[in-house]
């Protein structure tokens, strides 16, 4: 009679537990007005969520508890932990409408997330259903970061906060699609020019992360919508042209 293997592998669930340890420190920062250090937290569980995946495939190490383990960990790293560092820094000035909109996103990322684990297997990998998680937490906390360098807070950025909260949450429960980059094969050979162009981006968000990151995080969320618009364009000119040729 077979022994089932007990345990879990050790290397990939460290790095879920760090970007857990990040997002949790996320939370701290902000509730001790630390809103930089928050928002880089944010960004530094972004980096180890990105790696565990990828060392337990090429370790692997993949198994059903490292797939619910990192997703519990991606709730607090990217749902809860900018929701409220986005309401600790301005939307606690909207009172009862600031931590509504606040678990509004929370509630989101959990859907969003509750969604992505039951359509896995059959999903698209080229594309994500829906602003990935990490990316809406990434133009919160990159909101954070840019405005408190700028010494904003509060109600001086309530009225952009509160909407880009919203909508943030929207977009990832939505339908709409999203580049998820994964055909990208970083093992193989690219252009010069290619590496060039990486290391030029380096440099643009060496020069002002907080910018940076905010403009590419931006851009990020518009390209879903904006491809669904320029495809819904080129559907309708397609249909109206076998039309024309059926007449």
């Known amino acids: ?26 939370i701290i920062a902000a509730i001790n007005q630390r809103f930089e250090l928050a928002a880089i937290a944010i960004f530094v569980a972004m980096i180890l969520d990105g790696m565990d995946g990828r060392i337990a495939r090429l370790t692997h190490t ?38 509504t909109a606040s678990f509004i996103y929370a509630a989101a990322t959990a859907l969003r997330l509750a969604r992505f684990n039951t359509q896995a297997a059959s ?12 990316a809406a937490a990434a133009l919160i906390a990159a909101l954070v970061w840019l ?20 909508i943030t949450g929207i977009l990832m429960v939505s339908n709409i699609r999203y580049h998820s980059f994964k055909q990208i094969d970083l093992k193989g050979r690219v252009p010069f020019v290619r590496v060039l162009f990486i290391v030029l981006v380096f ?31 080129r559907h309708r000119a397609s249909r109206k042209f076998q039309e024309g040729e059926l007449k």
Do not use: C
């Open 203 to 233: 440099a643009l968000i060496a020069i002002r992360p907080s910018l940076m990151l905010f403009l590419f995080a931006v851009l990020y969320a518009l390209s879903g919508p904006v491809m669904t618009l320029l495809g819904l364009r």
């Open 147 to 166: 405005g408190d360098a700028q010494g904003l807070a509060g109600i001086e950025v309530l009225l952009i906060t509160l909407p880009l909260t919203v």
């Open 1 to 26: 009679m077979s022994k089932h293997r007990r345990g879990i592998y050790l290397l990939p669930n460290l790095f879920t537990t760090a970007a857990l340890f990040a997002g949790y420190y996320a």
């Open 123 to 134: 999903a698209d990998k080229h594309f994500f259903q829906g602003l990935p998680s990490p």
């Open 62 to 99: 993949q198994s059903d508890f490292g797939v619910q383990y990192d997703s519990l960990s991606d709730l607090i790293s990217f749902g809860l932990a900018p929701a409220l560092v986005m309401y600790q820094w301005s939307l606690f000035e909207a009172g009862k409408l600031g931590w």
